[in-house]
């Protein structure tokens, strides 16, 4: 009974903030989103103004850890009995991918174009397999040109 | 090649399923899941303990040497009275082999027939009788353990549950409190009927001993004054025992079907 107690206190705070953090998280997102919306990020391996003369190209690079709450982790475990989507964790891959991209233009405010941008995933758990926590590691990176600086008035940013 | 700046107009990366349906369809699942297959190996328990012979039992049961953490015996004269009158019961009960008594110095008010053939009585239990036929029934009502072999049907279930909660969910995680607490209502009825099984052979047993059933509800009535004012309603559904009042009426109804009288009892002797 006490265990079951417990067990029901951690869903509710899982689940409350859980959805608290997330929901703060997403309005961040989107705002900063907006904001850096106009500096060009592809997955090219040329700049798209092929003619343009370059300064200078640099590796830039975001990257970010974000946990799951223990609402969602009982949720996956349950969706591992039954097999389908696991819906729980789509927000965390979503704000994870999302985050770390606007982490790595954060870190080239200047950049006029960010090329051969890739995305890669780890998933970090901790602990044996009864005390593991799921967490979620998203590494953004690309490249970050510059134009020389008579070119760069023509730019479309 | 253009880049227009844009933002998608909606995230199509994202399920719109409310996370607490989710949880709530999925949990149903599980529960129903785990339920059949507990019920359905309960099934198999109860045909294998019916199989298994009282050689087979105490064979196995030798191997395993449980300490059940009760102690050294600290009251001989007592353990060796009760022992006569678990032995008295024998022209009436055919066990299946002998059953060994201990009492342990305890506030409890309590007996319990534990695998093994060996029976303890804690001795809260003789403090709140006043009868030898009332604590004759509560020693018959153990003895019907043995005989039903309730303890070997429970340990079965017990067995089948943590093999379930293991291969389900590596014996972790919150599901399996969930899945506890689930079984353990099933486990508390299916209880309750071993229980009053269990009364039925021990009133057998009492009138088959003293020719009436006189003193059978005592230790149930003692203990329903005591618990007079207290509001008990909601544990009932966790109990693993019928509640005391269906108890004794049942005990009632059944004596009086069967034709048995009830007359006076006789003192128990204490020291």
Known sequence: MESLTVFLILLVLGYVFGKLAEGRHYRSIQAREEMLVRLPTTSCKKPMGKSTPISHAELVHGHVVISIDYFKQLLAGLRNFFGGTVQSYETLLDRARREAILRLKESCPTANEILNLRIETSSISKGGNSERVGSVEVLAYGTAIYYSQASTQHSPL | ?271
């Open chain 2, 1 to 271: 090649m253009n880049y227009e700046p844009s933002l998608p107009e909606h995230n199509d990366n994202v399920s719109l399923q409310h996370p607490v349906r989710e949880f709530f369809v999925l949990v149903t699942g599980v529960l129903v899941f785990v339920l059949i297959g507990y019920w359905a190996l309960g099934f198999v328990v109860d045909v294998a303990v019916d199989y298994l012979s009282s050689e087979q039992e105490s064979k196995l049961l030798s191997k395993l040497d449980i300490n059940w953490g009760f102690g050294e015996e600290s009251m001989p004269e007592e353990q060796a009275k009760l022992q006569d009158l678990v032995d008295a019961f024998k022209p009436c009960l055919s066990l299946p082999y002998p059953i060994t008594v201990s009492l342990v110095k305890s506030k409890m008010v309590n007996a319990m027939a534990v695998p093994g053939g060996k029976m303890v009585v804690f001795s809260g239990l003789l403090d709140s009788l006043s009868s030898t036929n009332g604590l004759m029934f509560i020693l018959a009502h153990e003895l019907g353990h043995f005989k039903n072999r309730d303890h070997l049907r429970l340990m079965g279930r017990g067995i089948v549950l943590s093999i379930l909660a293991m291969l389900a969910f590596g014996g972790d995680s919150g599901i399996s409190d969930i899945l506890a607490s689930t079984i353990n209502l099933r486990t508390a009825k299916y209880s309750q009927s071993r229980e009053s099984q269990a009364d039925r052979t021990a009133l057998h047993a009492l009138q088959c001993h003293f020719g009436h059933v006189g003193g059978a509800t005592e230790l149930f009535e003692t203990l329903q004054a005591e618990e007079e004012g207290i509001d008990l309603e909601f544990l009932h559904y966790f109990s693993t025992h019928p509640e005391l009042q269906q108890r004794i009426d049942d005990l009632y109804r059944l004596s009086q079907e069967l034709g048995y009288p009830t007359k006076g009892t006789q003192k128990l002797m204490k020291h």
